[in-house]
């Protein structure tokens, strides 16, 4: 793969912390191309330097050294009102604790990342009424998180994430939280972004998850331990049940 091809190119990427006289060395070096549509999930055993890499491919934190390209955008090096841009514009958000505001609607968790990038209060309400009718939830957006299940919390928070039509979608342990069967819902859905053309990276623990991908990245002490793609597992039919009730 090409770095003219790549939605996403770091070369030699690497990221020190100083905890007192030590020096710890998260990443050594990472070299990496994710091509625009991929499905590619990041593993590796703790320590490894998978999380570190997530929030420098999430622009929530910038390199010791090499160079991160997203989009056509040299990212290191940049500052943090502008990470901030290319946080809201280019990247979603998925997170294992859904991190919704409790005393909000659906619909207002969602509308919120178009609040910070400035969009008018009737263009908010139509993009994320939109948003959650993608994920099947057109009929919760009046719904506080304590009124919807595990499953639907999540759906919410992919939708928040999908709202500002990123390139990328960033699942950080999506299905951590969830029981097996709603995580079988939430890949399924993954799934269905992937084939309507969303870009989608995953840090997962989780073997079965990461089979859900095409591609899998394993790090192990700060490095590329290996790269494969793979036959992906694909998701079954919901037996009858509807998505909006996960």
Do not use: W
């Amino acid at each position: 793969m090409t770095a003219a091809g790549a939605l996403i190119e770091v070369r030699g990427l690497q990221k020190q912390y100083q905890m007192g006289a030590e020096t710890v060395r998260a990443l050594r070096g990472v070299d990496l191309s994710i091509a625009r549509n991929e499905y590619v999930a990041i593993m590796g055993p703790s320590g490894s330097g998978k999380s570190t890499f997530m929030n420098l491919i999430g622009c929530l934190d910038t390199p010791s050294a090499g160079e991160y390209i997203l989009n056509g955008q040299k990212v290191a090096g940049m500052k943090d009102d502008d990470l901030a841009r290319i946080r809201n514009r280019e990247i979603g958000f998925v997170f294992q604790t859904f991190n919704l505001l409790p005393r909000s609607t659906a619909l207002e968790n969602v509308e919120l990342p178009l609040v910070y990038a400035g969009v008018g209060k009737a263009e908010r309400r139509d993009r994320a009424t939109e948003a959650l009718r993608a994920v099947e939830l057109a009929d919760r957006l009046d719904h506080r998180p304590n009124e919807l299940s595990g499953g639907q919390r999540q759906r919410v928070a992919i939708a928040r994430a999908l709202v500002t039509r990123p390139s990328i979608i960033l699942a950080d342990e999506p299905t951590g939280n969830l029981d097996s069967r709603t995580s079988e819902e939430i890949m399924a859905l993954f799934q269905r972004l992937h084939g309507e053309g969303q870009t989608i990276i995953m840090v997962t623990h989780e073997p079965d998850i990461a089979a859900h991908a095409d591609r899998v990245v394993t790090l192990r002490d700060g490095v590329i331990a290996s790269d494969r793609s793979q036959v992906r597992v694909e998701v079954g039919a919901l037996s009858g049940r509807a998505l909006s009730e996960v």
